[in-house]
T-cell receptor, first 113, second 111 residues
Framework: TQLLEQSPQFLSIQEGENLTVYCNSS?????LQWYRQEPGEGPVLLVT?????EVKKLKRLTFQFGDARKDSSLHITAAQTGDTGLYLC?????????????FGTGTRLKVLA | DTGVSQDPRHKITKRGQNVTFRCDPI?????LYWYRQTLGQGPEFLTY????????KSRLLSDRFSAERPKGSFSTLEIQRTEQGDSAMYLC?????????FGPGTRLTVL
């Protein structure tokens, strides 16, 4: 069974601080997506990483896919209150022949002014 | 707006009643997914369709749950004889390639 664990589960920081969220698995994924979700809304896609070792940047957010495609990290530089939300990673099971996506447990981030 | 839409956004029902939710995916997307999400957790896979074929169904999906995508476009998720434990956000997503795009969800409350 493929599982994705995220850490930390909760994070409360001051505006301007940096943070890193981790997404780990013992399984290999073809690709991994990161989402942000606001309360009462559906997740919004931030990025997809596909190649082992790949690094993608989205303004102050940096995403990295592990060399073995089993883990990923999200680093936020100089966090802002608008970054507050639930961050989710999701891996696709294409390597096992299915297009089913497995979601991580989520990291709830609160950025304080 | 050409995003994924879901209807209704909120549903309150009494235990034992049947409910049906609808999802309209992005028009050119051939895959459609249903997830359930409870407070503070990540979405939990329920089932997915490729065109009109239901390709996988979670073991978590009891026989009270059924989903259809009759013409490979919109999909419905029905829950029969609802229980309080069914209270959750039900999310629909569609995809054409790797990326999934989510709808706003249907929040179900079973009293």
């Amino acid at each position: 069974t493929q599982l994705l664990e995220q850490s930390p589960q909760f994070l409360s920081i001051q505006e301007g601080e940096n943070l890193t969220v981790y997404c780990n698995s013992s399984s290999v994924f073809s690709s991994l997506q990161w989402y942000r979700q606001e309360p009462g809304e559906g997740p919004v896609l931030l990025v997809t990483v596909v190649t082992g070792g790949e690094v993608k940047k989205l303004k102050r957010l940096t995403f990295q896919f592990g060399d073995a495609r089993k883990d990923s990290s999200l680093h936020i530089t100089a966090a802002q209150t608008g970054d507050t939300g639930l961050y989710l990673c999701a891996g696709d099971g294409e390597t096992s022949g299915t297009y089913k996506y497995i979601f991580g447990t989520g990291t709830r981030l609160k950025v304080l002014a | 707006d050409t995003g994924v839409s879901q209807d209704p956004r909120h549903k309150i029902t009494k235990r034992g009643q049947n409910v049906t939710f609808r999802c309209d995916p992005i028009s050119e997307h051939n895959r459609l997914y249903w997830y359930r999400q409870t407070l503070g957790q990540g979405p939990e896979f329920l089932t997915y369709f490729q065109n009109e074929a239901q390709l996988e169904k979670s073991r978590l999906l009891s026989d009270r749950f059924s989903a259809e995508r009759p013409k490979g476009s919109f999909s419905t998720l029905e829950i029969q004889r609802t229980e309080q434990g069914d209270s959750a956000m039900y999310l629909c997503a569609s995809s054409a390639k790797r990326e999934q795009f989510f709808g706003p969800g249907t929040r179900l409350t079973v009293l």
